[in-house]
């Protein structure tokens, strides 16, 4: 949070004249972000709209609402279809459009993640119920344990237990079928947020959704087969910063590769464009006459037009 404070202050000394250009700009941001400090100097010092995530334990009222609300739709570039809901609530001191949002295909992996965690945790405390005449634990490093794998992340306040000393040391626990109940309605479900009031529902996805491309380029930076920012093979400032600026202009280069392939009508993402450039393979064939001669293999229509985009047949 400080760190975004400090991110805040120095947008606000940097683009103080490029906002008073722009007749409408909107900062996106995550749920860890939230703070009614961060979006009032956001709203006051720099005069930008907000579109960000709540997070849902502040707000379980909205996982109440019926499914049968999310009228709206809105298709992700994957082809999947989020239902959308939307209402104001007076948030981080004003008024704020708050938009719910559900996905099946979220749901079901909510799903599969709490139940699996929630077996495996309730199968781990069987077996310290099974070894507990064996032991000689205290009642402390009994709750230590217990606490330790029922209240994990995902599945905290699903397992009730209890840790008894009185005679021997004893373990009785259950499922809280209540809580799960409660937790369920909150699978497939996010909460989004902005002042923009003139914004529709599936706008505000749709701009909160565009932060993907940004954290996608950090997993670019950071992929060692493609950029590679870490391991830094040098250690004095000078180097550092070099090492930096040279990553991030071969970041700057393959956003300008992937706006050239995006123009000249191919629709795939970016991870899906390196998986074929990386299958289009250079075969050296060594003649008897000691002449070497270059070929590609054998190619698909996308690889075909990707050659033929940035000329790569002129290296060969």
Not at 101 to 122: F, H, I, Q
Not at 184 to 192: A, H, V
């Amino acid at each position: 949070m400080q760190k975004f404070q400090n991110f805040i202050k120095k947008l606000t000394e940097r683009i103080s004249l490029f906002s008073k250009k722009c007749k409408k700009i909107t900062l996106v941001f995550d749920k860890g972000n939230d703070s009614k400090n961060n979006i009032k100097n956001v709203n006051k010092k720099l005069s930008f709209f907000v579109v960000g995530s709540l997070k849902p334990s502040e707000h379980k009222e909205l996982f109440e609402i019926p499914l049968e609300e999310f009228k709206e739709e809105y298709e992700t570039s994957e082809g999947n279809k989020v239902f959308l809901t939307s209402r104001l609530m007076d948030i981080y001191e004003g008024e704020k459009k708050v938009v719910i949002t559900y996905s099946n295909e979220l749901a079901y992996k909510n799903k599969v993640r709490v139940d699996k965690a929630l077996n495996k945790a309730l199968n781990q405390l069987k077996n310290i119920q099974g070894k507990l005449k064996d032991s000689k634990w205290t009642r402390d490093e009994l709750l230590i344990k217990v606490s330790k794998i029922a209240d994990k992340q995902w599945i905290k306040g699903l397992i009730e237990y209890e840790v008894e000393d009185e005679r021997e040391l004893s373990l009785t626990f259950k499922e809280n079928y209540e809580a799960y109940d409660k937790i369920r309605k909150s699978f497939g479900k996010n909460i989004l947020f902005t002042d923009d009031l003139s914004l529709k529902a599936k706008d505000t996805l749709k701009v909160y959704s565009e932060k993907n491309i940004i954290e996608e380029q950090f997993k670019t930076l950071k992929n060692p087969y493609i950029i590679s920012f870490t391991p830094m093979w040098c250690w004095t400032d000078k180097m550092i910063r070099v090492h930096a600026f040279t990553c991030v202009m071969a970041l700057l280069f393959i956003r300008i590769m992937i706006k050239k392939i995006k123009d000249s009508g191919i629709d795939l993402s970016q991870e899906q464009i390196f998986e074929q450039l990386k299958k289009i393979k250079l075969v050296l064939t060594y003649m008897t006459d000691s002449s070497v001669g270059y070929k590609l293999t054998r190619l698909n229509d996308t690889q075909r037009k990707l050659v033929e985009i940035f000329n790569l047949r002129e290296f060969m």
